[in-house]
């Protein structure tokens, strides 16, 4: 089978030649290593053996944003240039090797702040300082015109990656819900506590975020039909922060009008959820979702990939449940022993489809030579059956 055709049989339920494997964000974003900017961290000679290892022996899923910037924060950018410039202000600079960018929401003589900052070598970015830090800020931000997130979505550039991954892979639409646009906007603890104490105001701020992205599902999922989507942000809604009746009220009450667009489209949903899934798992088979990630095995997570196989594998594609801490630190010949399992646990009995990858990937401008081992030894051993 070619590599899109392992995938999508994966995803029909269909008998495939041998398991799929994934590297998800390796090979899943699409990254420039001859691009000498210095906060590319992918130009180092340490990442093109891993870089070539996903590209050629792996089935890649290529991860599109419906939103050429993609970003886990959606709310911090939008088409409407002009009314949003209006209250909005944006500055960057650079110092002692991060780049630090700022957001000024005005309302009136009110604002509204926050702070990120990426570091030269780790391709990621943290809020040092969230949007919203108390419920004079979450009044205040509920006032802002719903025309300043208004977006102007066109497909095509999700359709000119698929055209070049040919039968290499697919493309995987990749969105927010509600609830991640929503909990992005706090810091974590302050997050977890305004969700609980304060349902009233969390469901107006879920209603705000809900109007623009489920019109942006509605309008991708008509002209791009029949692709995978993958969805983030339910995890925020899991134990311990909250508890599973509030993932009804938060997520499957937000997050499942998505699901029924993209499918009313003949497209297949994954959910993205890390932790603790055990007690949120037949909500998300409710929604009809037709997948789910990354099925984190214990301590990370509370639920063995075994168990999962057996009680919803009928219904859902698995993908994971490779710990990207284990391919980082783990010793090789263990780690072989672990990725065996995993293929056991993952295929054994009657079950949709299985797809063997990791939960997250590195992010450090250097790869060590046990990592690329690591992966190598995943690709080995799915390639054996």
């Known amino acids: 089978m070619t590599r899109r055709e392992r995938l999508m049989a994966t995803l029909n339920g269909e008998v495939v030649d041998r398991p799929a494997v994934n590297f998800y964000e390796i090979g899943g974003f699409l990254v420039n290593p001859n691009d000498p900017d210095e906060y590319n961290i992918y130009n180092s000679h340490s990442w093109q053996p891993l870089l070539n290892l996903a590209e050629n022996h792996t089935d890649i899923i290529r991860m599109v944003s419906p ?14 240039v002009e009314i949003r410039k209006q209250f909005v202000e944006e500055k960057v600079w650079e110092e002692n090797n991060s780049r630090f960018t700022r ?19 780790i391709d990621t970015v943290w809020t ?12 205040l931000f509920l006032k802002l015109p719903d025309e300043i997130f208004e977006e102007n979505i066109n497909t095509g550039h999700m359709e000119e990656q698929e055209n070049g991954l040919g039968d290499n892979g697919i493309v995987m639409v ?73 993932f009804n009220d938060y997520v499957v ?30 909500y998300i088979l409710n929604m009809e979702a037709d997948a789910i990630d990354p099925i984190e095995p214990p301590p990370h997570g509370d639920v063995e990939l ?30 072989r022993r672990v990725v065996k399992q995993t293929i056991a646990d993952g295929t054994s009995g009657e079950g949709r489809g299985f797809v063997l990858m990791p939960s997250a990937s590195p992010y450090g401008r250097n790869i060590s030579e046990r990592t690329l081992r690591n992966y190598r030894i995943m690709v080995e051993e799915v390639e054996r059956i």
Not at 130 to 139: C, G, H, R, S
Request: charged letters at 25%.
């Open 67 to 80: 939103v050429r910037a993609q970003s886990h924060l959606s709310w911090n950018g939008s088409s409407n």
């Open 103 to 121: 957001l000024t929401y005005k309302l009136g003589t009110k604002k509204l702040t926050c702070l990120s900052r990426r570091d030269r070598d």
């Open 128 to 139: 040092t300082e969230p949007l919203l830090k108390n419920i004079d800020d979450v009044n």
């Open 174 to 246: 990749d969105t927010e819900d509600p609830v991640c646009a929503v909990a992005s906007l706090f810091n974590l603890e302050t997050f977890t506590i305004f969700a609980l104490t304060e349902q009233e105001l969390c469901h107006k701020l879920l209603e705000k975020h809900a109007l623009y992205i489920h019109k942006r599902t509605e309008k991708v999922a008509r002209e791009f039909p029949g692709r995978l989507w993958r969805i983030y942000g339910p995890e925020f809604i899991t134990e311990p922060f909250l508890p599973p009746t509030l």
């Open 253 to 282: 009450k937000y997050t499942n009008p998505m699901v029924k667009q993209i499918k009313k489209s003949g497209g297949f949903v994954r959910i993205h959820s890390h932790g603790c899934i055990k007690n949120v798992l037949d």
């Open 306 to 335: 075994k168990y999962v196989r057996r009680k919803y594998g009928k219904h859902l594609v698995l993908f994971g449940n490779i710990e990207i801490a284990d391919i980082e630190n783990m010793p090789c010949d263990m780690f």
